[in-house]
């Protein structure tokens, strides 16, 4: 079964930083791009960053160019999300999302569950 | 502010037809890029529902299928029915942007 769960989310002060994971299994990890996509309370979907199966290419949103980062571990099937100088514009549930190809980007055919950050004082 | 746009509410009886448009511009949709479709139920994870514009993923039944034309694409839905109630998004591909892919702001379907 193919699955994607999603840890290290809570609750963090504005300008600290978190590191969100995805540890992935059921199928074989770097055959694929990968995604980070968010959900603020209430609102719709916003793409956050993408990674090609190699790593070689990487994407962001406008919104978190320059403050966070995607990567990822292909020996140990893990996705990460360095989050640096959170705001409260950040708090979202984050999902992990394999892409159908090997490249940044196509379309996202398995979620997983999330994990809820929330930026407050 | 999304870049692809969509209706923020539809509606519909059971048994009738909906449809849920999704508006681009000549960098994404009008670019050639695919369209793809999630459905994201009540405090569940979105799944692909339409995938490059008119693929059902198995699983999915045939009262959903999607269509593309210029810079728009749409989803609709035949015999309505109560579980189809959800949040429908849209999501293609642009090269100018500093990242590649983008959401419509998503269409909450509510089921009369």
């Known amino acids: 079964e193919v699955q994607l769960v999603e840890s290290g989310g809570g609750l963090v002060q504005p300008g600290r930083s978190l590191r969100l994971s995805c540890v992935v299994s059921g199928f074989t990890f770097d055959d694929y791009a990968m995604h980070w996509v968010r959900q603020a309370p209430g609102k719709g979907l916003e793409w956050v960053s993408g990674?090609?199966?190699?790593?070689?290419?990487?994407g962001y949103a406008d919104s978190v160019q320059g403050r966070f980062t995607i990567s990822r571990d292909n020996a140990k099937n893990f996705l990460y999300l360095q989050m640096n100088s959170l705001s409260d514009e950040d708090t979202a549930l984050y999902y992990c999302a394999k892409d159908k190809t090997q490249w940044v980007a196509y379309y996202m055919d398995v979620w997983g569950k999330g994990t809820t950050v929330i930026v407050s004082s | 502010q999304s870049v692809l746009t969509q209706p923020p509410s539809v509606s519909g009886a059971p048994g009738q037809r909906v449809t849920i448009s999704c508006t681009g511009s000549s960098s994404d949709i009008g670019a050639g890029h695919d369209v793809h479709w999630y459905q994201q139920l009540p405090g569940t994870a979105p799944k692909v529902l339409i995938y490059a514009n008119t693929h059902r993923p198995s699983g999915v039944p045939g009262r959903f299928s999607g269509s593309k034309s210029g810079t728009s694409a749409s989803l609709a839905i035949t015999g309505l029915q109560a579980e189809d109630e959800a949040d429908y998004y849209c999501?293609?591909?642009?090269?100018?942007?500093?990242?590649?892919?983008?959401f419509g702001g998503g269409t909450k379907l509510t089921v009369l």
């Open positions: 990674i090609s199966w190699n790593s070689e290419d990487t």
């Open positions: 999501q293609s591909f642009d090269s100018t942007l500093s990242g590649y892919v983008v």
